[in-house]
Antibody, heavy 118, light 112 residues
Framework: EVQLVESGGGLVQPGGSLRLSCSGSGLIISDYEMYWVRQAPGKGLQCVSAIGDRGDSTYYADSVKGRFTISRDNSKNTLYLQMSSLRTEDTAVYYC???????????WGQGTLVTVSS | DIVLTQSPDSLAVSLGERATINCKSSQNILYSSNNKDYLAWYQHKPGQPPRLLIYWASTRESGVPDRFSGSGSGTDFTLTINSLQAEDVAVYYCHQYYIPPRTFGQGTKVEI
């Protein structure tokens, strides 16, 4: 059974940094394109970052470009999202998501809450 | 980026009645080489991750009740929930995986 477990969320002041982790079991994360999708309070789903299955391509939403970095540690089967220069509008639940080989998002973690507030 | 626009933003449906949610894509997401529409539907309940309901616009995911159905092609798609049950109260999202960035509709809240 595929499981994705996020960690690293919490309360951080504006301008601060956090690193989210997503530990995978039942799959090899490096075999798949992986996303970070967030849901801000009262808002819809937004893909903020993605990394290709070969790790040679990355995507960032304009709103996080230059501030967030997605990466993988294949030896730990873990996906990361390094977030810096955090803003109040980054407050959201962040989900780690696996892309099915045919394209749709087929497995989601439970999510981790990031709150950016002074 | 492909923009997905859902309608309505919210709807109230009586138990046992039908709910219909529309999703319009700003670009064609039908891939002519395989004649498949690169659209999925998700159900999202508070405190839970989104649940995949439909992919290829009309293929039901394993374990999804058959009261959920998807239709449409090209740029216009519909999710239909027949005989609405109390447990179907949720926000529903369409999602295109045709080209990156993969985008979502803004969501439709279904209430009783």
């Amino acid at each position: 059974e595929v499981q994705l477990v996020e960690s690293g969320g919490g309360l951080v002041q504006p301008g601060g940094s956090l690193r989210l982790s997503c530990s995978g079991s039942g799959l090899i994360i490096s075999d798949y394109e992986m996303y970070w999708v967030r849901q801000a309070p009262g808002k819809g789903l937004q893909c903020v970052s993605a990394i290709g299955d070969r790790g040679d391509s990355t995507y960032y939403a304009d709103s996080v470009k230059g501030r967030f970095t997605i990466s993988r540690d294949n030896s730990k089967n873990t996906l990361y999202l390094q977030m810096s220069s955090l803003r109040t509008e980054d407050t959201a639940v962040y989900y780690c998501v696996k892309r099915h080989i045919n394209g749709w998002a087929d497995h989601w973690g439970q999510g981790t809450l990031v709150t950016v507030s002074s | 980026d492909i923009v997905l626009t859902q309608s309505p933003d919210s709807l109230a449906v009586s138990l046992g009645e039908r709910a219909t949610i529309n999703c319009k894509s700003s670009q064609n997401i039908l891939y002519s080489s395989n004649n498949k529409d690169y659209l999925a539907w998700y159900q999202h309940k508070p405190g839970q991750p989104p649940r995949l309901l439909i992919y290829w616009a009309s293929t039901r995911e394993s374990g999804v009740p058959d009261r959920f159905s998807g239709s449409g092609s090209g740029t216009d798609f519909t999710l239909t929930i027949n005989s609405l049950q109390a447990e179907d109260v949720a926000v529903y999202y369409c999602h295109q995986y045709y080209i990156p960035p993969r985008t979502f509709g803004q969501g439709t809240k279904v209430e009783i």
